[in-house]
């Protein structure tokens, strides 16, 4: 199972981390996902990192703004989220992806936490 929090309101040009931590194992041919879904939009593919080498991998929208890390002790992703903007209000979902590789559809995903809201105001 995975468990997301993090998220809240924050002002334009704030800052937020989120964290998925993992019950079970994770194997280390896993990539963990970080995808959002604002209301009336689809899911989407935000920011993707490789568990055994660390290899990240994020939208264009987000490069420089956000970073996915993890901590291998407390099998936990983060997604720190700096220089927040308003298009970047949505629910924020964490998710497994067992093939091994970096792929941004969400159907590709298997396991999903339940998302944690994230509000940027103007």
């Known amino acids: 199972q995975l468990q997301a929090s993090g998220g809240g309101l924050v002002q334009a040009g704030g800052s937020l981390r989120l964290s998925c931590a993992a019950s079970?194992?994770?194997?280390?041919?896993?990539?963990m996902g970080w995808f959002r879904q604002a209301p009336g939009k689809e899911r989407e593919f935000v920011a993707a990192?490789?568990?055994?080498?660390?290899?990240?991998y994020y939208r264009d929208s987000v490069k420089g703004r956000f970073t996915i890390s993890r901590d291998n002790a407390k099998n936990t992703v983060y997604l720190q989220m700096n220089s927040l903007k308003p298009e970047d209000t949505a629910v924020y979902f964490c998710a497994t992806d067992p093939s091994g590789s970096v792929r941004t559809g969400s159907y590709l995903y298997d396991y999903w936490g339940q998302g944690t809201q994230v509000t940027v105001s103007s």
């Open positions: 079970g194992r994770i194997f280390s041919s896993y990539v």
């Open positions: 990192i490789k568990w055994r080498t660390g290899s990240t």
